[in-house]
């Protein structure tokens, strides 16, 4: 059975505006429910990168105690990595 538009329009209430106002209820209901959503992405996302910030931090405060202990064990040779890497990185920045 096809369905036209008085029969539609027939079968809606009078008082509800028409299908316009469907269509205008409908789209303000997605809106909402984006906005929403999005918000919600949001808050997970933040969560889940201040875990992951937090555990970076972490591990890097760990490798920072790693590389302290080990110029404290062997001195010298810390100086001497130091200069040949500052001596690169002179080479590369006057070319």
Do not use: C, H
Not at 4 to 32: E, F, H
């Amino acid at each position: 059975m096809v369905t036209t538009s008085q029969d539609y329009q027939s079968a809606r209430p009078a008082s509800n505006g028409g299908p316009t106002k469907d269509v205008k209820d409908d789209i303000d209901a997605l809106r909402s429910d984006i906005a929403s959503l999005a918000n919600s992405v949001s808050k997970l996302a933040s969560e889940k990168i201040g875990t992951v910030v937090g555990d970076a931090e972490t591990m890097a405060g760990q490798k920072l105690g790693d590389v302290e202990a080990m110029i404290r064990k062997n001195p010298t040779q810390s100086a001497l990595i130091a200069v040949g890497v500052g001596f690169l990185f002179g080479l590369v920045l006057t070319r």
